[in-house]
């Protein structure tokens, strides 16, 4: 089965076809850059372009940075503010010809998406108790699972410490904003993460959005974090798949899962790990104290 699944980023806007029993794309995904200003009317005009590359006819799932409820959004911090109240999924069902042109649209916050793709197909596949995974880029998302049941539109990415917004201070855009070196970056990182972590407990972190790829080059400097965390399998890609998966779920109301199970299943329970591989051995509490670092750092 085939659907096509757009992810709309604060840089580029990206989309393909998706063959969901694999979770993978099936041709090489096609992107835009993301018109500034965002507004809604260009940012419909370029997620038309990116569908009618592939000459697609069919359902269409789109990620929206923001917090969607019923196909409207209620958010848009790094978007155009005229985002806020628009019916994304009417606006966009419309370009793209209408239900009677075969491209009915399915919205959704584009953190969750990636998290359903994670937790379907990637690092969390099998996974029980809280789960959280956070995409860094233009901001950073969220997406929290509990027993593999996804609660939406979290946005802990605009959680504050001692004054500052998370996503202002630890995202990717952050980090080149103020040429921070990795060591610096995946300090301030650390110190995002020992906030949520004293919030949700969770057993695991995913890290997602395009910085996952370069994994290596940060997560190995972030200590003190009980939970394990890993980078998301699925990558840059995870929220085109999360997409797809749930344009597919809301036209068909069946499972996409290749093994027949929901969308957002809820896994057989597994111990958690005691650490995270190279990391500390569990403690009582976090020991670093919260907020974010001194300025240089």
């Given amino acids: 089965m085939r659907v096509f699944g757009v992810d709309i980023g604060g840089s580029g806007i990206k989309g393909a076809p998706v063959d969901l029993e694999r979770g993978d794309l099936t041709e090489e995904r096609h992107k835009v850059l993301t018109p500034h200003p965002a507004t809604p009317g260009a940012v419909a005009d370029c997620v038309t372009e990116v569908v009618e590359h592939f000459g697609w006819s069919g359902p269409v799932g789109v990620t929206f940075p923001g917090v969607i409820v019923g196909g409207t959004a209620r958010t848009a911090a790094n978007v155009d503010k005229g985002w806020i109240d628009t019916d994304v999924a009417a606006l ?3 370009r793209l010809g209408g239900e009677a042109g075969g491209c009915p649209v399915t919205v959704l916050n584009d953190a969750d998406a990636a998290g359903l793709a994670e937790m379907q197909h990637g690092a969390g596949r099998g996974r029980s108790g809280t789960v959280i995974l956070l995409t860094f880029g233009t901001g950073i998302g969220s997406a929290v699972f509990s027993d593999g049941r996804l609660l939406p539109n979290t946005e802990l990415g605009h959680l504050e410490l001692h004054g500052h917004e998370a996503e202002k201070r630890a995202s990717t855009k952050a980090k080149e904003d103020h040429d921070l070196s990795w060591e610096q970056w995946a300090h301030r990182v650390k110190k ?6 004293m919030l949700f407990s969770p057993e695991l972190f995913v890290i997602g959005g395009g910085v996952s790829r370069k994994a290596e080059k940060f997560l190995p400097l972030i200590e003190g974090i009980r939970a394990e965390i890993v980078p998301a399998q699925l990558r840059n890609n995870a929220g085109i798949v999360g997409a797809a998966m749930a344009a597919y779920a809301a036209r068909t109301g069946e499972p996409p899962g290749a093994d027949g199970s929901p ?3 809820a896994p057989a329970r597994q111990p958690a790990p005691a650490a995270r591989p190279g990391g500390p051995a569990p403690r009582p509490a ?9 300025a240089g750092r």
């Fill in 192 to 197: 995002y993460l020992a906030h949520v972590e």
């Fill in 286 to 294: 976090v020991e670093s104290p919260l907020g974010w670092p001194d």
């Fill in 263 to 265: 969308v957002v299943a």
């Fill in 92 to 94: 966009l069902t419309e």
